[in-house]
């Protein structure tokens, strides 16, 4: 049976019950590491494994899903920097659209560049608005996309942009520090965000301990995405 990923968040956030992504970057880890990595996340409660990265080489992503899928049965969304890094092998692809940024690459074109693929794909597509906040250092995904993360300080900016998304279609709502960030997205801006919005949010970058994952819930995170703090530690969720 085809795993429908949106409508189980949805009726996660009706519950009131918070999920876990841990996110996989093929450019930072190597296929021949999955084996052990993928023993950590079984032993976690991970709802979803992220599979995606600023800059992938082409066709690795197929690869490493395809192992991925081999090690767990826990579902697998991509989370892709560019087209050429979506593979029918993963269950659903967040469709997302930079709405922070001015850049039409990565509002407009690369969902374009992608329909070609995906209309042929059986993965579920899932309408993300994807909004990169400043994380205080400069991350991958503002290199790559070229455009400015908004400030923390402009919380009207942020939430403005959330409504957008949301009146635009887009399922859910992805407030992005940004991979290794320093500084997460501030909890007051992920309340003001969560109490302005009526679909799911999701939130990651930068976090890195249990206490601003737990913060991060509390505060109306439906879903956090963890990605440095699991690579540098495999027991990170070991006491969940
Ligand atoms: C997912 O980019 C994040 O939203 C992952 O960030 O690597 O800092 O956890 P970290």
Redesign the pocket.
Known sequence: MKIQILQHINACKQKGEKLLAV?L?PDKLSIEKLPETITQINQNKVNFI?VGGSTVFNGITDLFVKKIKQLTVIPIIL?PGDFSQLTNHANAVLFLSLLSGRNPEYLVEQQIKSVGFLKKSSLEIIPTAYILIDGGVE?S?QKISNTTPISQENTKEIVTTALAGQFMGKQLI?L??????AK?VDVKIIRLVAESISIPL???????TKIQLQNAYKNGADLV???????ENYLFFDDF
């Open positions: 996110l970057d992220f989370f991350t995904v992805y992005e520090a940004g991979s290794g960030a997460p999701i939130v990651g970058g930068g976090i890195r995405v963890i990605g440095t703090a699991f690579e």
